[in-house]
């Protein structure tokens, strides 16, 4: 008599655990893992500060600099090649990886003239207006 090489033994396997039982830990988990996510969204959110910008002056804005506040290198043009113009508005976005709220912020216009606020907190700015002084 040839032996059968394929069979396996036969498993017996016991539920003793309700699926109500199962369910109710599963719906534990969720309801625990649910404010991580949240949390890590809102950390993904936190690496960048928006806000709009509306020029309410007579003159072209032609440069746009933030700049955490007290650190003395403005950095790269915001607008770059763009300008915004008497009554516009866009959208300003700002890397903010060092989770940081408070900066100083230049506009340069197109006749030369210059405008720093200093220690504005962008991180409850959702529009930011400058004006003629």
């Known amino acids: 008599m040839m032996k059968n090489l394929y069979s396996l033994p036969s498993l017996t ?5 309700p699926i109500a039982k199962i369910l109710q830990s599963l719906m ?6 649910l404010p991580l996510s949240v949390m890590t969204a ?5 690496e960048s500060l928006e806000f709009r910008l509306t020029n309410s002056t007579a003159t072209n804005i032609t440069k746009f600099y933030t700049n955490p506040t007290g650190i003395d290198d403005w950095g790269e043009d915001i607008l770059g090649i763009d300008i915004l113009r008497p009554g516009e508005s866009g959208t300003i976005t700002i890397g ?3 989770n940081v709220c408070t900066y100083d912020i230049k506009a340069v216009f197109d006749d030369g003239a210059e405008v720093i606020k200093y220690k504005v907190d962008l991180c409850t700015v959702e529009n930011y207006t400058l004006y003629d002084e």
């Open 96 to 98: 903010n990886s060092q």
């Open 28 to 33: 534990v988990a969720t309801a625990l893992a």
């Open 42 to 46: 809102k950390s993904v959110l936190a």
């Open 13 to 17: 396997m016991n539920y003793s655990v």
